[in-house]
Structures are given as structure tokens and as C-alpha cells.
């Protein structure tokens, strides 16, 4: 049963070769109608779908196969080590086509959340593979403190300066064809300095450009840097010490008192309530 299902595995893979590996080359499959993006979703959903039948025939086999002194044959083990390092490698196809629709379409939170999942399934099918060979090996308190701590990072760090940051430096570099503004400035505090590095930009070729993302800096800047007020009222008393929930805010706020000054005229320049 395993070597029917190993082989049928086998063949597929080989039969969809250029499909599966063509985005570690950065390019689509030769021929092909779809989009970067639906090349890249289609990607993580397949491989999840694997992953997930992967996972429960290894489970199966480890629970209901016939034991020799408490282990289980070698050959069950082959298998199991088979199907650990397909879904390893399809995790990777799966990776290289989310980082061509980045390299593309620039960072999202949820393309970051797919590539936090698949390195997770890497450690877990890592994990798996090292607990068939050693029996006692602690690998369910390894996956999970692993996985804690990636969520609690993102958490404490936050991925909206990720974001941001990647995506104006790669439009800037010529990399991507536009930047979101309006996604930016949804961030808030944590696209501050990129939005502001987007503001100075003064090609002409990114005149319209430069000008949202100039409205954008003003609008962070009076809703989530000074806290509202007259100009000068918010010039005599500067930043508001208004805490800051991650290390994004912090550096932010830190930001804005280091360039109070040049925030403060493309405040009042190009902020809406006073243009």
C-alpha cells in the first residue's frame, strides 16, 4: 500500500516537473495561463493538502504497525522517511513560488503568514524524521516551542514595517512598479520612515506617486504621531509619549522626534485639512 502510493507520488512529481520547479528559476512554467498569484496560491494549497495525508499516513503507520522489540520494521520506516522528504520538497516549491509572487507583487501580511507556515512544516517533517530514528526524542515540545516563539516574534516585532520597508525599497530599486500608499498608511506608525523616504523621492517619473505618498506621511503624522491640534499647538509640545504596543511603534516614535521638523511642513503642506 505505502509502495503504491510512494510510486504514484513519484510519477506525479516527474510528470509536473517544469509546474513544480520552474519559480526556483524566478519565471513561470513555459506555457503557462496563470498568474503569478494563482501559481503561488494553487502552490501552498496543494502542498498543504499533501502535508495534511502525509501526516496522517505516517501517523498511521507508526500507530498500527506490527513491532519487533518495540520497533517498527525498516522498511515502514523507509517509507515514512519518503514521505517526510516529499513534503519537505514540495514545502520548497511551495516556497520558491510565494517569493516570485513577492518579488512580483511585493510583501502582504498574509504572503508573510505563508511563508511562516511552510518554514514550520519544514521543522515539523524535520522533526518527524529524526523521531523515527530516535525513539525518545522530545520532537512534539521542539515543534511547539519552535512555532511559539515564531508567532510570539511577529508579535512583538510586527510585520507592518516588514512590510512596508520591503516595498518601497524594492519600488525604489526598480524591482516593483508601484507601491500601495493607501496600504501604508493604513499601517500607521510602523510605515512612517517609509513613507517618508517615498515622500522625498522627487523623480519625475514618480510625481503622483510622491505627492500620495506625501499625504500619506501627513495623515500618520497627525493622527498617530502629534494627536491632533492646531499647528501650534502640536509644535510646543512635540511628540505625544503615547506608549507603543511593539518595537515598530518604539523605532517610529523615535523617528518622528529625531524629524520633527521635516514631518511637521509635508504636515502642513500636504495635509488635507489645511491644503
Known amino acids: 500500500f505505502l509502495g503504491v502510493i510512494s510510486l504514484v507520488y513519484v510519477i506525479y512529481l516527474l510528470s509536473q516537473f517544469a509546474y513544480f520547479f520552474s519559480a526556483f528559476t524566478g519565471e513561470l512554467p513555459d506555457g503557462s495561463e496563470i498568474s503569478v498569484a494563482q501559481y503561488a496560491r494553487r502552490g501552498f494549497f496543494e502542498m498543504a493538502a499533501v502535508a495534511v495525508i502525509n501526516l496522517g499516513i505516517i501517523g498511521v503507520t507508526v ?15 523507509a517509507f515514512d522517511l519518503f514521505f517526510c ?6 514545502v520548497a516549491t511551495s516556497i520558491s513560488k510565494i517569493l516570485l509572487y513577492i518579488a512580483e507583487m511585493g510583501l502582504t501580511h498574509k504572503r508573510i503568514y505563508v511563508l511562516v507556515a511552510d518554514l514550520i512544516l519544514v521543522v515539523v517533517f524535520a522533526m518527524i524524521t ?9 520532537y512534539m515540545k521542539v515543534i511547539l516551542a519552535f512555532a511559539c516563539s515564531v508567532i510570539t516574534l511577529m508579535s512583538l516585532v510586527g510585520t507592518d514595517s ?21 496600504q501604508l498608511e493604513n499601517m500607521g506608525l510602523s510605515a512612517l520612515k517609509p513613507l517618508h523616504k517615498l515622500a522625498l523621492n522627487e ?9 500620495s505618498a506625501k499625504q500619506a506621511v501627513a495623515n500618520v503624522f497627525y493622527y498617530n504621531v502629534v494627536h491632533y491640534g492646531t499647528p501650534e499647538e502640536y509644535m510646543e509640545k512635540g511628540v ?15 523617528y518622528a522626534k529625531e524629524n520633527f521638523g521635516p514631518l511637521s511642513d509635508i504636515h502642513l503642506n500636504y495635509g488635507w485639512w489645511y491644503g
Open 240 to 254: 505625544i509619549d503615547r506608549g507603543f504596543t511593539n518595537f515598530n511603534d518604539y523605532l517610529a516614535l523615535k
Open 63 to 77: 500507530v498500527f504497525a506490527k513491532r519487533n522489540e518495540g520497533e517498527i520494521s525498516r522498511m515502514i520506516k
Open 162 to 182: 516588514l512590510i512596508a520597508n520591503y516595498n518601497v525599497e524594492m519600488y525604489l530599486r526598480g524591482n516593483l512598479k508601484t507601491v500601495d500608499t493607501y
Open 203 to 211: 523623480k519625475e517619473s514618480d510625481k503622483i506617486l510622491n505627492y
Open 85 to 90: 522528504g516529499f513534503t519537505v520538497v514540495l
Open 130 to 138: 529524526v523521531r523515527l530514528f530516535k525513539k525518545n526524542f522530545p
